[in-house]
């Protein structure tokens, strides 16, 4: 079957750097996206890996290696508003829009003073 | 990308359509209901009009896509256990080096109950 597997819970002090990770076991691979999620709103795209290596997009980067199935969120100078859900998603091989996404079930961040 | 309604309770039976609308020219959109402790479940999605395929979870819905920025979800006799957050996303596509089908634009949700 398909699965991905990242933590159910992270908490973290603001200023600190937390590492959210996700390994996956899917049939076919086409990329890794993370998407942010804040209680009783709606998930937002935070970051999209379709290469091996890192990506960074201002406080988040995002890491994928595909030899190991896994990559990870990293989330620098964390902030109070940074305490969220968060989703690592894989897009499964398919052509043109037929590409599935295949959810984790969320890690949530929890920053304290 | 909108969605309505936000909030609506329905007996068991009843028949309920989920609405949601976006206005970016997206070509693909897709119907998620958010569980506690299941994630994000896919239960329909759609890549053109009058196009759709089933995702996950398709049992005891159906989509419409009419037009291009319109698709919905249909609830043809409610049962308790569809009492879920519903989320509708959509994307561009394939367009651009991030793929465009991974870059999802999601809904604010509907909040269904069944009684």
């Known amino acids: 079957g398909q699965s991905l597997e990242q933590p159910s819970e992270v908490t973290a002090v603001e200023g600190a750097i937390v590492q959210i990770n996700c390994t996956y076991q899917?049939?076919?691979?086409?990329?890794l996206s993370w998407y942010q999620q804040h209680d009783g709103g709606a998930p937002t795209f935070l970051s999209y890996?379709?290469l091996d290596g890192l990506e960074e997009t201002g406080r988040f980067s995002s890491f994928l290696s595909r030899s190991d199935s896994y990559g990870y969120l990293l989330l620098q100078e964390l902030q109070m508003k940074d305490s969220a859900s968060y989703f690592c998603a894989v897009s499964l091989n398919g052509a043109g829009n037929n590409r599935k996404l295949i959810w984790g079930l969320g890690t949530s961040l929890a920053v304290n003073p | 990308v909108t969605q309505t309604p936000k909030f609506q309770v329905l007996k068991t039976g009843q028949s309920m359509t989920l609405q949601c609308a976006q206005d970016m020219n997206h070509e693909y959109m897709s119907w998620y209901r958010q569980d506690p402790g299941l994630g994000l479940r896919l239960i329909y999605f759609s890549y053109d009009v009058k196009m759709k395929e089933k995702g996950d979870i398709p049992e005891g819905y159906s989509v419409s896509r009419e037009k291009k920025e319109r698709f919905s979800l249909i609830l043809e006799s409610a049962s308790t256990n569809q009492t879920s957050m519903y989320l509708c996303?959509?994307?561009?596509?394939?367009?651009?080096?991030?793929?465009?089908?991974?870059?999802?634009?999601f809904g604010a949700g509907s909040r269904l109950t069944v009684l």
């Open positions: 899917t049939s076919g691979f086409y990329g």
């Open positions: 890996n379709g």
């Open positions: 996303a959509s994307s561009l596509g394939t367009s651009g080096s991030l793929g465009g089908a991974n870059v999802l634009t």
